[in-house]
């Protein structure tokens, strides 16, 4: 895999952010809310793959992340009656201190143990859920109210429920992580966490604390996830136990493989792939999860890293 | 009843996003008048699209299914009546997977994409509430046939409405009166330990008070529970009554470990159908549920006493006396529940009407419509019974069967009065703006 230059890298990554501002623009009304939703889940994707991708962690727990960003942005909004700034940095808060204590407890082990106990850790924090049903609505979940979801700067303010600012907002979010992602893999921690993942061992040989850098990738992958969260209660006014199943677990690393793991534009192409085959197929048949599977062996088969991971292999070397 | 699903389909969709870039618009408004003026005229009779949100697959598959068949046929019945001012009656039907986050994608697929002019349907309460953002934000008119508290707590939205279908506080609130009179005053409750179950530990407690009863205990079992044995010594010996709502594939074997704890000598049982919907009362191991008492709905088995308009809806439906599929005895329907699709469009059709709903422009004029609805009389419109309707939180309310499981059948004991799911309103969705 070559190098590509940062200026060839970040001109690649301004034009796909440019390209999503220009689609608000052009894309039908339907499609232009499904794009806006596809980002904030791609968020959740990118989160997934700076864990999965870059450090070779594969965590089947992200699900809690997601939830926790979910969670303590909903409730600081419904419960506490915070403000949309306000309850986002709640979501960002609380999925930074679980992932913090997940990772000093998850990462002292690896490989299966480390999916077993990731899951374990979702399957407790989805059952915390319902357990505090009169808090967190249980299995029904809770609606944001409409009214709560007004990001206001003094005079001015933005309703998150008009879709023109929803999509800039969830624009917004996508690039600020697509752009740190790129930063975070450039940097020189980026590659510590590529090293570690292609030879632990030889990493620590050659001097670096692997412990501190994956707690450090642990952390920064739930703070994202918890973002994804914390953007999709306040910009679509849901908060549900099913955000945290262990379902949701799963999704972003299938996003993640589809697109294409350790690529940053991966997650987001891998969400809108499976976005789609499911919005189309359902509509002709109820086993459309038969056809997701067969497109996802297909793909297993045929591009076993994924659609960028492939494009990058063959074609693209220097696609970051 | 169709499937549609456009993929980039500009031609429905361009117009609206033009009309964002005005800039774009002037220019083009002239170009554009002639076809807009089609289109006008073809509005009045083109057919009015009713956005289906269906749990095809995922946990309510089964009653997904039935609420698809009580849909065509009172589709059917509509259109072939003169439909809806005069327009015909179109379904679009949308798999939301029983999933509240798919829910809402699909709601916003219904506004945006096919342009429906309501969406109409959903069962699961978490479906429900994880869509109505949704509905809102699209200002569309959303048509739950659910049974959930949710609408009728005002906790969602002015556009969310449950018209056709009791909710769950007001179906047990009138079950309490039967229950202290006729099975015992002493009663343990045995629920699913999530929001379904929680409805019913909160609601009867007060209810069964007020009639002068008790809960003696309440038992919450995990919804991953296979075996319940373990939890039945926990049921004190002085109860009366076992009040159960055991839901899911575990129901059986929550019925026959029940059956082997206490054998021929057993308290009352007093359960809700949700538990057996779709299900065969005469399956292996429900056989201790004889002589048991459920809450009904609408009832399954055809009654002696079927009124008219009952018996037509049944041969409409296409089920039989014993409520299963007219040719299939072993596909068994959701009788209690789905009855609600077939109310909920006549009550559709008859707000549309009040409110000469001509498109989605009258959207906001059919909410007030369907507000301004009293009562609904019982008849080949409403063949579960006569309902009342609270405009303020959105709610109808009805009457309900109580059945006596007697020869592998559910025979109707008793049905309650409306005055008996009576409730103070929580709230006053008329003070939202549209």
């Given at each position: 895999m070559s190098e590509a230059s940062p200026a060839k890298a970040y001109a690649?990554?301004?034009?796909?952010?440019?390209?999503?501002?220009?689609?608000?623009?052009?894309?039908?009304?339907?499609?232009?809310?499904?794009?806006?939703?596809?980002?904030?889940?791609?968020?959740?994707?990118?989160?997934?793959?700076?864990?999965f991708g870059y450090v070779g962690l594969l965590s089947l727990g992200h699900a809690m992340f997601f939830g926790a960003g979910l969670y303590g942005a909903g409730l600081a909004v419904i419960q506490l009656g915070w403000s949309v700034p306000a309850a986002f940095g709640a979501?960002?808060?609380?999925?930074?201190?679980?992932?913090?204590?997940?990772?000093?407890?998850?990462?002292?082990?690896?490989?299966?143990?480390?999916?077993?106990?990731?899951?374990?850790?979702?399957?407790?924090?989805?059952?915390?859920?319902?357990?505090?049903?009169?808090?967190?609505?249980?299995?029904?979940?809770?609606?944001?109210?409409?009214?709560?979801?007004?990001?206001?700067?003094?005079?001015?303010?933005?309703?998150?429920?008009?879709?023109?600012?929803?999509?800039?907002?969830?624009?917004?979010?996508?690039?600020?992580?697509?752009?740190?992602?790129?930063?975070?893999?450039?940097?020189?921690?980026?590659?510590?966490?590529?090293?570690?993942?292609?030879?632990?061992?030889?990493?620590?040989?050659?001097?670096?604390?692997?412990?501190?850098?994956?707690?450090?990738?642990?952390?920064?992958?739930?703070t994202i996830c918890a973002a994804s969260g914390a953007a999709y209660a306040l910009l679509f006014g849901y908060v549900g136990s099913s955000f945290a199943s262990v379902q949701y677990s799963i999704l972003p690393l299938l996003w993640v493989l589809l697109g294409g793991a350790a690529t940053t534009l991966g997650p987001l192409i891998g969400t809108l792939f499976m976005y789609y085959v499911i919005d189309?197929?359902?509509?002709?048949?109820?086993?459309?999860?038969?056809?997701?599977?067969?497109?996802?062996?297909?793909?297993?088969?045929?591009?076993?890293?994924?659609?960028?991971?492939?494009?990058?292999q063959r074609w693209l070397g220097w696609l970051p | 009843m169709t499937d549609k699903n456009g993929f980039f389909d500009l031609s429905k969709t361009t117009l609206t996003r033009r009309n964002a870039l005005k800039g774009l618009a002037a220019g083009a408004?002239?170009?554009?008048?002639?076809?807009?003026?089609?289109?006008?005229?073809?509005?009045?009779?083109?057919?009015?699209?009713?956005?289906?949100?269906?749990?095809?697959?995922?946990?309510?598959?089964?009653?997904?299914?039935?609420?698809?068949?009580?849909?065509?046929?009172?589709?059917?019945?509509?259109?072939?009546?003169?439909?809806?001012?005069?327009?015909?009656?179109?379904?679009?039907?949308?798999?939301?997977?029983?999933?509240?986050?798919?829910?809402?994608?699909?709601?916003?697929?219904?506004?945006?994409?096919?342009?429906?002019?309501?969406?109409?349907?959903?069962l699961f309460s978490h479906v429900v509430i994880g869509s109505a953002p949704a509905a809102g934000e699209a200002k569309m008119p959303y048509f739950v046939v659910s049974e959930g508290h949710h609408v009728a707590s005002t906790k969602l939205n002015r556009y969310v409405f449950q018209p056709g279908i009791t909710d769950v506080k007001s179906q047990i609130q009138s079950m309490a009166p039967w229950i202290a009179a006729n099975a015992g005053k002493k009663v343990t409750q045995i629920f699913p330990d999530f929001a379904f179950g929680y409805d019913h530990r909160d609601y009867l407690p007060p209810a069964l008070k007020a009639q002068g009863a008790e809960v003696i205990a309440q038992i919450a079992i995990p919804p991953t529970e296979s075996s319940f044995?373990?939890?039945?010594?926990?049921?004190?010996?002085?109860?009366?009554?076992?009040?159960h709502v055991m839901v899911g594939p575990a129901v059986l074997t929550f019925v026959k470990e029940l059956g082997e704890f206490y054998g021929s000598n057993r308290p009352q049982l007093f359960g809700f159908i949700d538990s057996l919907e779709a299900t065969d009362i005469n399956s292996p191991g429900l056989e201790f549920l004889d002589g048991s008492h459920f809450w009904e709905g609408s009832p399954r088995y055809a009654q002696p006493d079927d009124s008219a308009a009952q018996k037509a809806y049944r041969a409409a439906v296409g089920i039989d006396d014993n409520g299963a599929a007219v040719g299939d005895p072993k596909d068994v329907s959701t009788a209690a529940h789905m009855f609600g699709c077939w109310e909920t469009l006549y009550v559709v059709k008859k707000a549309m009407e009040d409110a000469g709903y001509k498109g989605p422009e009258d959207r906001a004029k059919l909410v007030e419509a369907t507000?301004?609805?009293?009562?609904?009389?019982?008849?080949?419109?409403?063949?579960?019974?006569?309902?009342?309707?609270?405009?303020?939180?959105?709610?109808?309310?009805?009457?309900?069967?109580?059945?006596?499981?007697?020869?592998?059948?559910l025979k109707v004991v008793h049905k309650t009065k409306i005055e008996d799911g009576l409730y103070e309103a929580e709230g006053d969705y008329t003070t939202q703006a549209l």
């Open positions: 690649l990554h301004l034009g796909a952010i440019a390209l999503l501002f220009v689609l608000s623009f052009l894309l039908p009304e339907y499609y232009h809310g499904v794009l806006a939703r596809i980002m904030v889940l791609a968020v959740f994707a990118m989160g997934y793959n700076m864990l979501g960002l808060g609380c999925g930074a201190v679980l992932s913090l204590i997940i990772g000093l407890l998850a990462l002292r082990t690896t490989g299966v143990a480390f999916m077993i106990v990731t899951m374990m850790f979702a399957q407790v924090f989805y059952l915390a859920i319902l357990y505090f049903a009169a808090w967190t609505g249980g299995d029904q979940g809770m609606v944001v109210p409409q009214p709560a979801r007004v990001l206001s700067f003094g005079a001015t303010s933005l309703d998150l429920t008009n879709p023109t600012v929803r999509y800039i907002c969830a624009l917004s979010l996508f690039s600020l992580v697509l752009l740190i992602t790129l930063a975070i893999v450039r940097s020189r921690y980026g590659r510590v966490l590529v090293a570690i993942r292609e030879n632990e061992e030889r990493t620590k040989m050659l001097g670096y604390d692997t412990f501190s850098n994956k707690l450090a990738a642990v952390v920064v992958s739930g189309v197929t359902s509509g002709y048949t109820s086993a459309y999860l038969l056809i997701v599977g067969i497109a996802l062996i297909l793909l297993v088969l045929f591009f076993p890293k994924g659609i960028l991971g492939s494009i990058r | 408004g002239l170009a554009m008048a002639p076809g807009f003026v089609r289109y006008s005229q073809a509005q009045s009779s083109a057919p009015i699209k009713i956005g289906f949100q269906s749990h095809r697959t995922g946990i309510g598959a089964a009653y997904g299914r039935w609420y698809e068949k009580t849909t065509a046929a009172a589709i059917k019945a509509i259109n072939a009546a003169g439909g809806i001012n005069g327009r015909q009656v179109e379904v679009i039907i949308e798999d939301d997977g029983t999933d509240p986050g798919r829910g809402a994608e699909v709601v916003g697929k219904f506004a945006t994409q096919h342009k429906t002019d309501i969406v109409f349907g959903t044995t373990k939890y039945f010594p926990q049921i004190p010996a002085e109860t009366e009554v076992i009040y507000e301004a609805l009293k009562e609904f009389a019982e008849g080949p419109e409403h063949p579960q019974g006569p309902k009342t309707f609270n405009g303020k939180i959105h709610q109808c309310f009805g009457i309900q069967n109580i059945s006596k499981v007697e020869g592998g059948k």
